[in-house]
């Protein structure tokens, strides 16, 4: 069993969840609050609804990147 | 003192889903292999046959204690039947892959609709099932009126889908998922929420247990499709009818890193068995090595074996680290949201 892969495991298991919370207060904070389409015409929820999913789709693709980068950087220097 | 003791009650009615779990996965077992569902052990040097699609012992016996606590319990029954319509729905689609051997994208595809019934309830019977309103730790929470139904049905085939990709050794999705619902159990109890939530997570647990005992190296039993998908529906539902949906995400980390890496490879939904560049090779040996091969995925488990060979055995309670890991990082998650 390579040990040195299970210790990284963990390192990009406990950085992910940070990056996870971080993603979730920058939503809960910063974004949700926000008037991106004026709520009160006609449909005006809904588009605003899906700006927000549509930032919150960026940050989960963007928390991805950092996963995909951090495993390959190591994995691949040590496999191949 | 009164949640105390509906807790209590909870926990010990799903206590009866370990033996029975236990006695359904021996009848599936007989019965499968007297049938001729049989998978072979690919990971063994003598290739045993192994009765296959005997996870359905786990759906059957979620959703027998479900109605039962539904008339002994006194919670109310819609979300109940919404969870059970769901675990269902996802075994349903798994024995129809498991026979049929589907195309690898209609079982995301199928998935999808396994989360209607909470959609439906929910709409329904507003604020019994879910209440769109998500809660994040540290940060307090925000409504989402628009996003969380839909939401619903994505968690459904996500949960399924990336519970059902990482099963390769024995014991290791049965294991795995145990370790998740028990730790969301003990988080659940930790910040008091309702009853029903607790007496799911114990009865998946506890059915997962059971069926663990035959399907742990050696394994006896196979889950097949019909256990994995409908086992990871359940903490799909799970998650939304206990308000643990952020913890859920962090509790199944191994299922994640697995699936994406699978798919950012092969890029398609496909089957492990249509691979024609596998992730591991069998040694002479009896041990499992990287195969090497640059096409194939890095899946998790090749990730842990890179340079290095290792039994079956250490693999996989090497996983089941990875999970109490991952789950505990859940349970200080779910304190820190504290709903």
Known sequence: MNTRAVGYELVVFVTQ?????????????????????????????????????LIALILSVTWLFVWDRQVRIYFRRRGK | MASLGANTIAILIALGSFPVSLALTRFFMYWNLKHGIIGIDIHKLNRPKIPEMVGVAVPTTIVLFAAIYAMVGGSSSIPLLAYCLVVGLAALVGAVDDRLRLRGIFKPLLTLLCGLP???????????????????????????????????????????????????????????????????????????????????????????????????????????????LSIGASIGALAILGKTEIASIVAIFPNIQNSFFFLSRIRRFTEHR??????????????????????????????????????????????????????????????????
């Open chain 2, 118 to 228: 909470v959609l439906i309830l929910g709409l329904a019977f507003r604020g019994q099932v879910y209440t769109s309103t998500l809660h994040v730790p540290l940060f307090g929470g925000y409504h989402l009126p628009v996003i969380y139904p839909l939401t619903v049905l994505v968690a459904v085939s996500v949960t399924s889908n990336t519970v059902n990709m990482l099963d390769p050794l024995n014991g290791s999705m049965a294991g795995g998922i145990s370790i998740v619902a028990g730790g969301l159990l003990i988080g659940s109890l930790l910040i008091g929420t309702g009853s029903m939530s607790i007496f799911l997570y114990a009865s998946l647990m506890f059915s997962l247990l059971g069926f663990l005992y035959y399907n742990r190296f050696p394994a006896r039993a196979f889950a097949g499709n019909v256990g994995q």
């Open chain 1, 17 to 53: 969840w940070g990056l996870m919370l971080v993603g979730f207060g920058i939503l809960t904070k910063l974004i949700a609050p926000l008037n991106l389409v004026n709520p009160s015409s006609s449909l005006g929820l809904y588009f605003d609804a899906a700006a927000k999913a």
């Open chain 2, 274 to 339: 249509e691979l024609t560049s596998k992730p591991t090779k069998l040694l002479p040996d009896g041990k499992l090595a990287d195969s090497e091969d640059p096409r194939a995925p890095l899946t998790l488990v090749r990730t842990l074996l890179i340079g290095r060979p290792a039994t079956e055995n250490e693999i996989v309670s090497t996983i089941w680290m990875l999970f109490l890991t991952s789950t505990s990082l859940a349970v200080i998650t779910l304190l820190l949201t504290g709903v």
